[in-house]
């Protein structure tokens, strides 16, 4: 199995690589060739962490190699996943990036080149996760540009699904195992929409359990909407450890077969699925069935509440494809 991974030297993979080698997450026996790669100023602390890599002497692994460049990483990858990307307030050619559609179109060029190296060289089957934010917009043009629709491309809404069941076990004093069906729809953006309507709890309606919607619409939303901004706030840096542990869960629950009743999260190229525009990459409830091939569960009942918040993440996703049209 070669698994590459991009930002391989960032926050995100110092927690993610560590998860992805443990055992269990593949539904494959076979050993990891990690094809680690960053842009050629950060090689040396990526050369560090080689060093961490190998000294924890992994047994699911066979090889790691670190690469400057895609292209020369992907043959045969097995997986993609897409880590690095150019974050918001960094300061390039004198200038800081503080604009939507400064940040689309710079890290919009990246996602092009990946999408091209991943769609030529990478395997026919290859399955490609992209965190970098705003990852729905950067998987859109990494698919278009990769041209190759035998591979399935995701951008991460994990972690918006896994802060928003963290919540309602609290909300509800339940294990967050006990929680089913809850998903993500939209943009990995604080536009996002977290359903509890379809959701349920041991078997009983989660929204009904809760009983309250002045709760759910002004402390629940707002909470998983603006989670990512109290953490850097509290932090001074970004959310990264469940970050990685969000992307690691989204590669296990497409590994594997999705638990009867249950779906799982993660933003996909939309068929127009609960109105949610055709071509936009948008989060939804998916299944797995554990060789591969994931779906989009359709049987969802939207109630005009969530329909409506729904519609504002689907036209904030129209308008970011408007800022990338050149980029398709
Ligand atoms: P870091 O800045 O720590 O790491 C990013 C790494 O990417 C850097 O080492 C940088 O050198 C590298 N990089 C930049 N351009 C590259 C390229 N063209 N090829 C290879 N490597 C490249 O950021 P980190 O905290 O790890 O976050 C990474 C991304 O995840 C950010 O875009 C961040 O906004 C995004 N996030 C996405 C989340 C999601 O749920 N989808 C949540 C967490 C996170 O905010």
Redesign the pocket.
């Known amino acids: 199995m070669k698994i590459l991974i991009?930002?391989?030297?960032?926050?995100?993979?110092?927690s993610l690589v560590p998860f992805l080698c443990e055992r269990g997450i593949f539904a494959s026996k076979e050993k990891l060739d990690l094809s680690l790669?960053?842009?050629p100023?950060?090689m040396k602390?990526?050369d560090g962490f080689v060093k961490e890599l190998e000294d924890s002497a992994y047994s699911s692994v066979n090889s790691i190699n670190t690469y400057d460049?895609?292209n020369d990483a992907v043959l045969d990858a097995d997986w993609c996943l897409l880590?690095?990307?150019?974050?918001?307030g960094i300061v390039l050619n004198g200038k800081e990036i503080k604009e939507r559609a400064d940040l689309l179109q710079i890290?919009g060029s990246?996602f092009t080149?990946?999408g091209k190296a991943i769609g030529s060289k990478a395997k026919n089957n290859c399955k490609v996760l992209?965190?970098?934010?705003p990852?729905n917009t950067n998987a859109l043009i990494g698919y278009k540009n990769a041209k190759n629709p035998n591979q399935l491309w995701m951008?991460?809404?994990?972690?918006?699904a896994l802060r928003a069941k963290a919540q309602v076990a609290k909300k509800l004093g339940c294990h967050v195992d006990d929680i089913y069906r809850l998903a993500i729809f939209g943009n990995?953006s604080p536009t996002m929409f977290p359903d509890l309507e379809n959701s349920n709890v041991s078997g009983k309606n989660t929204y009904e359990q809760i009983g309250d919607h002045e709760w759910v619409e002004n402390n629940f939303l707002p909470k998983i909407q603006q989670r990512?901004a109290e953490i850097i706030d509290a932090r001074g840096?970004?959310?990264?450890s469940?970050?990685a542990r969000?992307?690691c869960d989204t590669v296990k629950n497409v590994e594997h077969k999705t638990r009867s009743g249950d779906v799982f999260n993660a933003a996909v190229l939309s068929d127009g699925s609960y109105d949610i525009a055709e071509g936009v990459f948008s989060g939804f409830p998916l299944i797995s069935d554990g060789e591969g091939n994931i779906k989009i569960v359709r049987d969802f009942n939207l109630s005009e509440f969530a329909q409506s918040k729904i519609r504002k993440t689907s036209n904030e996703l129209l308008e970011e494809r408007e800022l990338v049209k050149d980029l398709l």
């Open positions: 991009t930002g391989a030297a960032g926050q995100i993979s110092y790669v960053e842009i100023p950060a602390k990526l460049n895609i880590v690095g990307s150019i974050p918001r890290n990246i080149e990946q992209v965190v970098g934010n990852a951008a991460m809404t994990m972690l918006d990995h990512g840096a970004s959310s990264a469940s970050a969000a992307a």
